[in-house]
């Protein structure tokens, strides 16, 4: 018997796992994974600190509306991460603050 | 031969997707542009083709009528009656009444037979997942089916990591096949909690309460109203009997008061709720979880209808019975003109693209020719009127906020700075508290945070009109046109968008 876990329920059967890293760590990640869904499974929930008070947020609304799950995506900021793919070999980090310099909405990089 | 007119569907969940098929059936060339990298919506969110899952069904609801819809969009792709443009998000939608000399290779004079102007619209979309550049799709007319997202009303602890939408957690499970923790409460109001319960209990989550403001009084009330609709009914008690099986304690009549946790959620207090909706002092427990699944209903995406200069009727887009907005050749469907369900937006949808296939053809359609959608339209908007009755968020949920919660999510706009706003200074709608406080102006647009803010300006929700769908990059703002698809047609395919 199996563990129920949303892989089994859906009798996933996907290619096998890559690896990204999260601030430095390696882990491992299941292709078609997004960056969210890749942290999750690794028990990471938050990923980016607020600009004023500094406090930690993740994935809220899940559909790329909120843009609380902003991340650092091999140097690239702001990123999405309910969003984006996992890659192979992604460098994801921690986005701090605005991620350097960003004013806001409308503007990127 | 006249080339076939074309027709952009924007959004490919129930309601587009259905649009799409009715006009392709009927001689239309369709474009179906969504963000999502499948078709499916949020209804019918499938996992990403790579996960190899084998077993789809095993997350859904209604698998039939999504079979239908994935193999009817299959067979007119290929059929090259459809074009499905997959990760296109679209921040902007244009009337153009002439395409400008040589941007259109495909057609360079703009013009149709006659010398007519046939495209008259220019959808414009930044290709996903980095949305850094921006690409034009032309067409005689527009459906806009952009559906909708979750309202969430804050309460202390409400940004923590591991609160998360009810329908975020949902995408999450049926894109992604993974879930946020091991012990989730799922809260709130509305009728996407039960699925959202049901949802997280099967695959693998414990449950810990379903936390459900409305109560058996509501329901009472309204009996007559939704016994008029035995289907959804029984579609009510399968959840029920499933959150049975699997355990999930139901507290109705019930909220959450606040989460606790100090980098992310550890607990949640909730409490029960007396009849004008206010907390019941001394009924508070708290409930360790590590995940809090939240939702207070939801609100349509109307950008790119207001973008068209629309009618908008309150959070709304305005359609007449044939779903044609007031803006000639924009029709709108599903969640975008108002909240109720996967079926009323399959139906919609389906009367949408029967209507434009007509008129885009120069006929007036005949109603009676979708009679059958029109009826399961009318049923599907009492349903969801009734429903919208019972599912209420408690009257005074605003009592709850501590003066440093966070109203604002982006820009950290604290209840104290609103309640100033509105006190002190004499803001009566969202526009002035935006303006005075900043909530609203972040990232998400007010997105989150419009409802919140309504409530506590003592206000009606209205739609925030917003310059664009997304946020567009500045160098794409910067060049006055898109580059455009290379080949052209809405129906021609669509390559290395640069
Ligand atoms: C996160 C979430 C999860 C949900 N889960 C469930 C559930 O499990 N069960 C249930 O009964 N109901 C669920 N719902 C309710 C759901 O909205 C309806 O059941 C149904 O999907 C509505 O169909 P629709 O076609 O009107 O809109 P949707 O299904 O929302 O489809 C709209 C489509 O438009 C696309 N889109 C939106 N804006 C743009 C843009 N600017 N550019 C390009 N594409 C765009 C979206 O990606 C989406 O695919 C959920 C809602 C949300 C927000
Ligand atoms: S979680 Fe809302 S944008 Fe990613």
Redesign the interface.
Known sequence: MS?????????????PPHTVTFDGREIPA?????V??AL??AGV??WRT????G??????????????C?VEVNGRIN??A????AAPGDEIRTQDGDGHGVD?????? | MSPAPTLAVVGAGPAGLSAALAAALRGVRVTLLDSAAQAGGQFYRQPAEALGARHPKALHHQWRTWERLRDGLAQQVSAGRVQHMTERHVWFVERVGEVPEGRDPGNPDGRGPGGSDRRHFAVHALPGPEQEDSVAVYADAVVLATGGYEKVLPFPGWTLPGVLTAGGAQAMLKGGLVLPGRTAVVAGAGPLLMPVAVGLAAAGAEVAALVEAAGPSHFAGRSAALAAHPDKLAEGVGYLAQLLRHRVPLAARHTVVEAHGKDSVEAVTIAALDPAGRVRPGTERRIACDTLAVGHGMLPHTDLAEGLGCRVDGVNVAVDAEQRTDVPGVWAAGETIGIGGAALSLAEGHIAGRSAAARLRGAAPDPRTWAAAAKSRTRARKFAAALAAVYVPPAHWAEQLRDDTLVCRCEEVPASAVREAVEELGATDARSVKLLTRAGMGWCQGRMCSAAVAGLAGCEERSARRPFARPVPLGVLARATDEQAPEGGPADDEQNPS
């Open positions: 563990k129920r876990t949303p892989l089994n329920l859906a009798g996933a059967r996907p290619g299941l292709p078609g994974q997004t969210a869904a999750w499974t929930v938050s607020t600009r004023h008070r406090e930690p947020r993740g994935v809220f609304c899940g559909i790329g509306v909120c843009f609380d902003l990123q999405r309910c969003l984006v793919p806001g909405p409308g503007e990127r990089r």
